[in-house]
């Protein structure tokens, strides 16, 4: 393995913590080893022109985690598949993850890049660019890196195989509660407006039916949690004309919360 870094970081991370702020800073009260490896479906999406409007809207609201040194380079790993070299840049769901990424596995095989390296918060939305950018050229190799926390992935997998069909889930999980019956949702007050909560940790989706099942018992009966890949709805995002989508809000998991909530208590206090 070869670790390298990329120039690029810098200019998506200038004003996301105050994006992030702006959006969770009201609604806080509201609320086994890592690889880069088998998780970078988004790089198989198609290309567009330019991302809309919408989908950017919806994942800027989303904190994930990437490595870099202070100049804002990317950490890049190489690996030589067959006669073929690619390189891989990891994003995080978990900050923890990033984390433990670079302290288990890079300051092992490059200490001395590792030292100037640190765990750097961007947003998905910043994500998705990178990705359609990266589509754009005919001779990348390069492959950005969605990893999901293992935990909720396994949790996915056991839904979906519930039945001992052998259904497998590959994909970066979601969990929305809805009712049985009707193919519809359960909303949550945002505002002046309902919207729609796909969680990234089935423990978040449970706590809102829990609440359900408190205010309306009788029909809590009908109430499920269906789990669905992030990369499918950000399809949806991209090509639905349904006016419902919209109302679409990716609720970040209670560790990316905690660090919201981290840097608004470390915010200068205005007198």
Same mark, same amino acid.
């Given at each position: 393995m070869t670790v390298k870094l990329l120039a690029g970081a810098t200019e998506l991370t200038q004003g996301v913590i105050m994006k992030l702020l702006v959006r969770w800073g009201i609604t806080l009260s509201l609320a086994s080893s890592v690889m880069f490896a088998g998780l970078s479906g988004m790089?198989?999406?198609q290309a567009l022109a330019l991302p809309q409007e919408q !989908?950017?809207?919806?994942?800027?609201?989303?904190?994930?985690?990437?490595?870099?040194?202070?100049?804002?380079?990317? !950490?890049?790993?190489s690996r030589k598949n067959d006669s073929k070299t690619i390189s891989q840049i990891g994003f995080f769901l978990s900050k923890k993850d990033a984390q433990t990424f670079l302290d288990g596995r890079l300051k092992k095989e490059n200490p001395q890049l590792a030292s100037t390296i640190q765990v750097r918060p961007v947003s998905l939305a910043d994500y998705y660019k990178l990705v359609l950018e990266n589509n754009k050229k005919k001779d990348s190799n390069v492959v950005f890196t969605l990893v999901p926390t293992k935990q909720q992935v396994d949790v996915a997998r056991n839904m979906?195989?519930?039945? $001992?069909? $052998?259904q497998q889930f590959n994909g970066i999980p979601l969990f929305v509660p809805k009712f049985k019956q009707g193919n519809s949702y359960l909303t949550i007050p945002?505002?002046?407006?309902?919207?729609?909560?796909f969680y990234f940790e089935k423990e978040q989706a449970l706590a809102l039916l829990e609440e359900f099942?408190?205010?309306?018992?009788?029909?809590a009966a009908n109430t499920e949690i269906q789990v669905v890949d992030l990369y499918g709805v950000i399809d949806t995002l991209n090509s639905s004309n349904d006016p419902t989508v919209n109302k679409i809000l990716l609720y970040p998991?209670?560790?990316s919360i905690e660090f919201i909530r981290s840097i608004v208590q470390n915010q200068p206090k205005k007198k």
């Open positions: 790089n198989n999406m !989908v950017v809207k919806t994942l800027q609201e989303v904190p994930i985690f990437t490595l870099t040194n202070p100049q804002g380079e990317f !950490v890049v790993i979906v195989n519930k039945d $001992g069909k $052998g945002q505002g002046n407006q309902r919207l729609i909560p099942k408190k205010a309306k018992p009788q029909e998991s209670r560790e």
